[in-house]
């Protein structure tokens, strides 16, 4: 498995995403990705041009700046976290909760929708980030108020959403408060048929195969949603993601693809993220 997916890295990846498969996989030094990830850093303190692949643009997003502090954490660089909150200070709402995007001049999927209201999932994506990573900083503590008033009060949400709320409650430091919380947060997501166990079923609004699986919302052991699942379940997803490999080493994804740069970008980065949740849940040796 992983040398097929090495191989499918090799002839397919971004720079960035061969550097990051050498770090994690083969034992490559992590200042080559760091380099790969500041490349993408703009002078306003936050991140763009296409770091995620469907935001295009050059400008700053919150969800760049999301992806790159989580890349440079997973490669041991947590020196970014108050210049980044510099930038997302700029564009807080007086709630304390950002935007899912921001308006830009660049080319981004129809699904980046500049709406200056708060949005919990980009948020709590960063608000868990930072946690993750130890930053002290103004903006997290708002934020942090930010996405506690709104998961603790959430009665309906999405599969995308869930997973930010889960990242702010896997690294907020209050654990008892955030053990409840997820417990009530899995609880709605089997009400609401917010996770695919085998049905096929599809969320409104999405791509038809574009579900949330067990691993999506735990892609490690500890995460609070895998107490969610029992171990038949997350034993058959598993099972189903590893057989996902496809004939040429990688693995696909089900979301839109709105230009044919992002289908050869997207799938180096599933790869590594499904070899991640694999050999996290012990399913992958080295």
């Not at 050498?22 to 380099?35: E, I, S, T, W």
């Amino acid at each position: 498995m992983i040398e097929r997916a090495r191989k499918f890295v090799w002839l397919h990846a971004r720079a960035l995403e061969q550097r990051r498969f050498a770090l994690l996989f083969d034992g490559g030094p992590a200042a080559p990705v760091v380099n790969a990830v500041l490349a993408h850093r703009n002078d306003d303190g936050g991140f763009g041009h296409a770091l995620e692949p469907d935001g295009r643009g050059p400008a700053s997003q919150p969800l760049h700046v999301h992806t790159a502090l989580s890349l440079l954490d997973e490669a041991g660089d947590r020196s970014h976290g108050s210049a980044a909150c510099d930038f997302l200070t700029t564009i807080t709402n007086a709630d304390g909760g950002v935007p899912n995007s921001l308006s830009s001049d660049g080319p981004s999927a129809p699904w980046w929708v500049a709406d200056p209201a708060s949005d919990l999932l980009m948020t709590g994506l960063l608000a868990g980030t930072l946690h993750k990573i130890g930053a002290v900083h103004p903006w997290l503590d708002a934020a942090t108020a930010f996405c506690w008033e709104r998961v603790e009060s959430l009665e309906k949400s999405h599969p995308y959403e869930v997973n930010g709320c889960l990242r702010f409650l896997d690294h907020v430091p209050d654990r008892p408060r955030a053990e409840r919380a997820a417990e009530k947060l899995g609880e709605l997501v089997r009400a609401q048929g917010l996770v695919e166990l085998g049905s096929g079923a599809v969320h409104e609004g999405y791509a038809a195969g574009e579900v949330h699986k067990p691993h999506d919302y735990a892609p490690t052991p500890d995460s609070l949603a895998a107490r969610w699942f029992t171990a038949e379940e997350l034993t058959r997803d598993l099972d189903v993601l590893a057989a996902k490999q496809q004939d040429d080493g990688g693995w696909t994804f089900a979301w839109p693809v709105w230009t044919p740069a992002t289908e050869h970008e997207w799938r180096p980065i599933v790869t590594i993220e499904a070899l991640l949740a694999l050999r996290a849940h012990g399913r992958l040796d080295g």
